[in-house]
């Protein structure tokens, strides 16, 4: 499939072909494991990790101020939910900050790459199939 720079128009399910993923956390071990986590599970490309920054909310009517650490993913709107579900289910927050921002131009070769390395088990498992019947 030929992409181009900045085409970005979207998936069969009407969403952003690329993203970004933002969430934080309290400790950069619980951000690595969340990066790692998401690579390891194809819900992102890679992710990259930021902190200490420093957070400033209001939370259960008073506010917060807290060093945490943010968790940038990179992925595809098909991926989008799978990412979302990841998150929740391995976050320690009671409402873990999720945002994504659509990617609306970059690199092609980079664009691409994000494509292929974010990927459901089924694309994963065709790789495969495909790779073995190639010798």
């Known amino acids: 499939m030929e992409m ?3 085409a970005g128009t979207g998936t069969a399910a009407g969403t952003r072909a690329w993203l970004t993923v933002l ?3 309290d400790d950069p071990g619980k951000a690595e494991t969340l990066a790692r986590g998401a690579v390891e599970a194809r819900v ?3 992710a ?3 902190g200490p920054v420093t957070s400033v909310y209001r939370w259960k009517g008073a506010v917060e101020t807290a060093s945490e650490w943010q968790v940038l993913f990179k992925t595809t709107g ?3 939910d799978a990412l979302e579900a990841y998150l929740l289910a391995a976050h320690d927050y009671d409402t873990p900050e999720i945002i994504a921002t659509p990617v609306v131009r970059g690199s092609a070769d980079y664009l691409r790459w994000v494509e292929e390395e974010a990927v459901g088990e089924e694309a994963v ?3 495969s199939v495909e790779e073995g019947t190639a010798e």
């Open 48 to 50: 990259q990790i930021t």
């Open 125 to 127: 498992g065709e790789e």
């Open 78 to 80: 098909a991926r989008y």
């Open 23 to 25: 969430t934080t956390t």
């Open 4 to 6: 181009a720079a900045g």
């Open 44 to 46: 992102a490309a890679c």
